[in-house]
């Protein structure tokens, strides 16, 4: 997977939700696709149910058709492998969910790519591993001018640079050290000319936490 990372697509995007009606069936188990969204279930009369979930980010996808798999092991019960796409917007999941892809799971496995980690390497820990997201933007109007008279002016720059320290603030000086939160800003927009003081600046960002009380923390300080 490490060399398609220059084709870099989302599947929300490239496929506009296309799912295909395949069929595979071999000996006694049946391959169906399961919901509207790109799911796949293998039928089985056994329990316990148990589900894995994969990002679909990557595009192309190379399959090698025609290679053989043996083990002399017999998995007893359901597996249901679920594919989810769009998993940076949340619409992925949402609709999955709403439609069933989640029920009668008696386990769910997540699984993500790690750039970090050596290739053929998966690993895991107790507790939770990624954290919840959110995404913030912000617009500053102030009154432009010229840099030569900034007395005339309302700076926005300098506003927003006041916010930007704030929000560190919130990690800093606001969050217990065991709770793991970030916030990060991405950018910065404002002004194209070293002697002209902007009418408005736009800065945007991210938010992370380990637990949903701690994101939802975060989006309420970042409002008030």
């Known amino acids: 997977m490490h060399h398609i990372f220059t084709s870099w697509f989302d599947i ?26 790109d799911a796949c279930r293998e039928k089985a ?8 979930v994969f990002d679909l980010l990557l595009l192309p996808l190379f399959i090698k058709l025609n290679v053989c798999f043996g083990c ?40 993500h790519v790690d750039p970090t980690s050596r290739v053929g390497i998966i690993s895991s820990r107790a507790g939770p ?11 500053i109007d102030g009154k432009g001018g010229h840099a030569a008279f900034p007395d005339m002016s309302v700076d926005p720059v300098v506003c927003s640079c006041f916010i930007v320290l704030s929000l560190q603030q919130l990690i800093s000086r606001e969050t217990d050290p065991l709770d793991s939160r970030v916030i990060s800003i991405g950018y910065i927009q404002g002004g194209n000319a070293t002697n ?5 600046v736009k800065i945007g960002g991210s938010l992370r936490s380990l637990t949903s009380a701690g994101l939802t923390t975060l989006h309420d300080r970042v409002r008030e």
């Open 12 to 37: 929300f995007i490239s496929t506009k939700w296309t799912t295909y009606n395949h069929e595979m069936q071999s000996r006694d188990q049946h391959m169906e696709q399961l919901y509207n969204l």
């Open 45 to 52: 009369a056994l329990d316990p149910s148990l589900g894995i």
């Open 72 to 111: 002399n092991l017999t998995l007893k019960g359901t597996v249901r492998l679920i594919f989810q796409p769009a998993e940076e917007g949340g619409a992925g999941a949402h609709n999955m969910t709403e439609e069933g892809a989640l029920a009668d799971a008696e386990a769910i496995f997540g699984m």
């Open 196 to 200: 002209v003081i902007p009418s408005q």
């Open 129 to 139: 591993l990624y954290a919840a997201s959110g995404r913030f933007e912000a617009i």
